[in-house]
């Protein structure tokens, strides 16, 4: 089946610095998202992405479908942006259907 | 924002015994999903409807099924529980297609099967 590897697993990062998380998936896709997990919470969207790059705030994320790779890139980290950060390809268009990555923690020190 | 709730938001289930996982939302949304989260796996998606009347399989249906009798709610069901099913439990809404879509989740419930 499909398959969604993210790296690092984890991440560990001093305030103010950047980071750079990666993610690769075995199969086509028409849509990458980002979502942000804080530890024992619910999943938040971050960024819809189904090819190129899209910017919010201080995230900005590549979507580079046929070489079947994205990314996402925090700048100046915060200690609240820790936890665990989860990318989802969606296999087909207009299913809705997302193949999960397992994550990548993210721990932004003082 | 898209509210997504569900209930309950833990609960203790015995082996054999019948378990139904509840989720609202409020969104007119067509799409609804549910997924488990477990460690090592991370989220696998269960079962999904396109709207009112329709379930779909997921990746792992095996041992769950769904219903949706409405826009607005989708049920998870566990007819016999079995202890690998404790997981943490998710449901997401959300329509398919355009660039913005995206799914907003439910806080999800903690399922133990002892």
């Known amino acids: 089946g499909q398959q969604v590897q993210q790296s690092p697993a984890s991440l560990v990062l001093q305030e103010g610095e950047n980071a750079e998380l990666q993610c690769n998936f075995s199969s086509t896709a028409t849509r990458l998202q980002w979502f942000y997990q804080r530890p024992g919470g619910s999943l938040v969207s971050l960024l819809s992405?189904?090819?190129g790059t899209k910017h919010t705030g201080r995230l900005t994320s590549t979507t580079v479908t046929k070489e079947r790779r994205g990314s996402l890139h925090i700048s100046s980290s915060q200690i609240t942006d820790s936890g665990t950060y989860l990318c989802?390809?969606?296999?087909?268009?207009?299913?809705?259907?997302?193949?999960f990555g397992h994550g990548t923690i993210l721990r932004v020190h003082p | 924002e898209a509210a997504v709730t569900q209930s309950p938001r833990n609960k203790v289930a015995v082996t054999g015994g019948k378990v139904t996982l509840s989720c609202n939302q409020t969104n007119n949304h067509n799409n609804m999903y549910w997924y488990r989260q477990d460690t090592g796996h991370g989220l696998r998606l269960i079962h999904y409807s396109y709207g009112a009347g329709s379930t779909e399989k997921g990746d792992i249906p095996d041992g769950y099924k769904a219903s949706r009798p409405s826009q607005e709610n989708f049920s998870l069901i566990l007819e016999l529980a079995t202890p690998s099913q404790t997981s943490v439990y998710f449901c997401?809404?959300?329509?398919?297609?355009?660039?913005?879509?995206?799914?907003?989740f439910g806080p999800g419930t903690r399922l133990l099967v002892l």
């Open positions: 992405n189904p090819s």
């Open positions: 997401a809404s959300g329509d398919a297609g355009g660039a913005g879509d995206t799914q907003y």
């Open positions: 989802a390809m969606e296999p087909g268009a207009n299913t809705g259907k997302l193949t």
